[in-house]
Nanobody, 118 residues
Framework: QVQLVESGGGLVQAGGSLRLSCTAS????????MGWYRQAPGKQRELVAI???????NYATSVKGRFTISRDNAKNTVYLQMNGLKPEDTGVYYC????????????WGQGTQVTVSS
């Protein structure tokens, strides 16, 4: 099992910045990837950014060039630096940790609200 604790959401004006943090505990050695998903009202949860144990990073097209995901392995923490925020970035951001062997298991944080005003 993995437990995830997020922090860093809030209200910001368009063009502003926020940094989200997510710290994992429990069976962290088995984590193959950590990342961030978001869910806007009335929409499905979508991938924002993910970083794999080998260092491979993927971003949603909508956030490329504005968001940066990074990790501190010593602290079992992943960060999401969000710059140039837009109103369409508003939503609940969820930290995600994945085990991929022998079968995929997903673990989720409680979610943190990000609101971008125009």
């Amino acid at each position: 099992q993995v437990q995830l604790v997020e922090s860093g959401g809030g209200l910001v004006q368009a063009g502003g910045s926020l940094r989200l943090s997510c710290t994992a505990s429990g069976s962290v050695a088995r984590i193959d990837a950590m990342g961030w998903y978001r869910q806007a009202p009335g929409k499905q949860r979508e991938l924002v950014a993910i970083i794999e144990s080998a260092g491979i990073i993927n971003y949603a097209t909508s956030v490329k060039g504005r968001f940066t995901i990074s990790r501190d392995n010593a602290k079992n923490t992943v960060y999401l630096q969000m710059n140039g925020l837009k109103p369409e970035d508003t939503g609940v951001y969820y930290c995600n940790a994945q085990w991929r062997w022998p079968v995929r298991s997903d673990y989720w944080g409680q979610g943190t609200q990000v609101t971008v005003s125009s």
